[in-house]
């Protein structure tokens, strides 16, 4: 009898270690479900009909399609600007970019030179911030675009490490056709106002005041002749020392606060930062982490590698595009390799919409595809917001799911800091919602009953996805001019602009219905819809209640923050001379 109650205790000793062993596991699946690792993978000027899972036939994304067919893809899944520093600042922040003054008010609307002192604000708080405070390691592989300095070249105010990164390997701003020999020039436009047109100017001048003078009809002193000539070479001098400087002073790689390539090299470009990407992974792969890929690719200059070049069916931008999906097979079987699938969500998504002005002087298409989309880059139809966005988190998120509600690249700021434990900034309005109920299917709306569409700082267009409707309606105050007449594009300017004669105002306002005319190419009436003016009146209504919650800041692309200053010009240290810029620590 005694030995029975012995053995009877020893079980019931037993089964409690069992149950708290048991508690304790699943305490543990809980933590690591609401804290996994976190991989953001971001195309540059990608365009959604790009890809293979969301249609292409032809440009070949075996990886991306990967990444969707083991997860969710979202359809209606928009960037918050059509352009790529707006755009990255409302991810980076999950707010509007006009809300942190990353949205300009004049026509150049990116940061194109490094020593600008412009810049995602220093009170901003990214979600490498967010992580960083839970315990999480971060990096962020490839382009920033979002500042470096602010009032000397050694603050580094506006650099990735200051807005929560651990590791930063990349580029500081952009790829531009300038940065590569032979790809032309962004600045054509600009060259000709500033450049050819004043020299034509002062040689009509000189010619006719020469004439005027040996008839007779005008005494013109010698010194005019001199000023004019002297003003005629500074020109264009200066105009060739730009054309000279600006690879190196512009187009570098750093490593951190370091630079280590200047100018930088496109040799195996793509292959370095995958390098880097998967040693990140492999170094961290025993606590969470945050990896942020952000490709330089499609972006033009158009670049590849020996093992791409010359093999799609879509000249250099899609070598370049089959290229960058190389990369994302990499990240995925280096995290299968490692055991971390089922502990990391997994993001792919682009910018914004594909630039399709991008065209040679020959006619080589050198910008993505939009799908059936109208419009693209710099502009806000749906071929310059519509993204491809691709969630995957095995066990987590159901895969092979499709989910046509309108959506944000702004939702990915709130959805990451709700799965790392960190709660929202109290202080601060957070346009981005959680995107989790969404994606396991708890929720079968999107939280965004409006979206705002920004071109630059003014506000473009809305768009209202009634409660109890599947009517998703969208309505714009102003719409680009495209040319020549006819295009799907602005292709005299490059990029279509947010003002003045470059746009068409509306009113009473362009209204789609989005659900049944996704390419916005029949505009609504009255007559077509019964209940157009109701519409538009909701419409305008929360426009106008949106724009109060608008603070005035500081604007981070105003023409003095634009502009290049020679105090902020980063070089190499080991340069013999200020000018010549050029090292390369890579090799």
């Not at 079968?444 to 920004?454: D, G, T």
Request: glycine share 8%; hydrophobic share 40%.
């Amino acid at each position: 009898m005694g030995k029975l109650r012995l053995d009877t205790a020893q079980e019931k000793g037993k089964m409690r270690v069992f149950y708290l062993l048991l508690i304790f596991l699943c305490g543990a699946q809980s933590y690591t479900a609401s804290r996994p690792n976190i991989v953001l993978l971001m195309a540059d000027d990608l365009g959604v009909g790009d890809p293979g899972c969301y249609g292409n036939k032809t440009l070949r994304t075996p990886n991306i399609d990967r990444l969707a067919n083991g997860g969710v893809k979202l359809t209606q899944h928009l960037a918050a600007s059509p352009l790529c520093t707006p755009s990255r600042a409302a991810f980076m922040t999950g707010r509007y970019p006009v809300r942190s003054g990353m949205a300009s008010r004049s026509l150049i609307g990116v940061f194109i030179f490094t020593a600008c002192s412009g810049g995602l604000p220093t009170n901003e708080i990214t979600f490498a911030k967010l992580l960083k405070n839970q315990g999480y390691s971060t990096a962020l592989i490839g382009k920033w675009h979002l500042g470096v300095n602010c009032y000397n070249k050694t603050d580094f105010c506006h650099h990735p490490l200051r807005h929560g990164f651990d590791y930063f390997y990349g580029l500081p701003t952009t790829n531009l056709r300038d940065c590569k020999p032979g790809e032309g020039s962004v600045f054509t436009s600009a060259s000709r106002w500033l450049v050819f047109i004043p020299l034509q100017i002062i040689g009509i001048a000189v010619l006719t005041l020469g004439v005027l003078h040996f008839l007779g009809l005008l005494h013109v002193p010698i010194s005019v002749f001199i000023c004019l000539l002297l003003l005629a070479s500074l020109i264009l001098i200066l105009f060739l020392c730009f054309l000279h400087y600006f690879r190196p002073l512009n187009c570098f790689l750093m490593k951190n606060f370091d630079i280590i390539q200047q100018p930088m090299s496109y040799d195996n470009l793509t292959q370095r930062l995958t390098t880097e990407a998967v040693q990140f992974i492999q170094q961290n792969a025993e606590t969470p982490f945050l990896l942020f890929l952000s490709f330089i690719h499609v972006h033009t200059a158009l670049f590849s590698s020996k093992e791409f070049a010359h093999k799609s069916k879509h000249g250099r931008y899609g070598d370049a595009a089959e290229e960058m999906d190389w990369s994302v097979g990499q990240i995925l079987n280096v995290l299968d390799e490692l055991g971390l699938a089922n502990d990391t969500l997994v993001y792919f998504t682009s910018d914004h919409g594909a630039h399709v002005e991008e065209v040679t002087t020959k006619g080589e298409i050198q910008g993505g595809s939009n799908g059936i989309y109208k419009g693209g880059k710099s502009n806000n139809w749906e071929g310059g917001i519509r993204i491809p966005g691709i969630f995957r988190w095995p066990g987590v998120i159901q895969a092979g799911l499709e989910i046509d509600e309108p959506t944000s690249n702004m939702d990915i700021f709130p959805t990451i800091a709700k799965l790392a434990g960190s709660p929202l900034p109290e202080d601060r309005i957070i346009d981005g919602r959680d995107l989790m109920p969404l994606l396991q299917g708890e929720s079968q709306r999107s939280e965004h009953e409006f979206l705002f569409h920004y071109c630059n700082a003014y506000l473009n267009a809305v768009r209202w996805h009634p409660q109890n409707s599947t009517s998703i309606w969208k309505a714009f105050f102003f719409t680009p001019n495209f040319n020549p007449k006819g295009a799907n594009g602005c292709f005299s300017t490059h990029v279509c602009m947010c003002y003045g004669n470059y746009i068409t105002h509306h009113d009473p306002p362009l209204l789609f219905d989005i659900s049944k005319d996704p390419s916005e190419r029949n505009p609504l009436t009255p007559t077509t819809e019964p209940r157009f003016h109701e519409i538009l009146k909701v419409m305008q209504e929360a426009s106008g209640n949106h724009t109060k919650t608008l603070p005035e800041v500081p604007n981070q692309l105003s023409p003095g923050n634009s502009l290049w200053k020679p105090w902020l010009q980063l070089c190499c240290q080991s340069s013999s001379s200020a000018l010549s810029c050029q090292c390369d620590r890579e090799k």
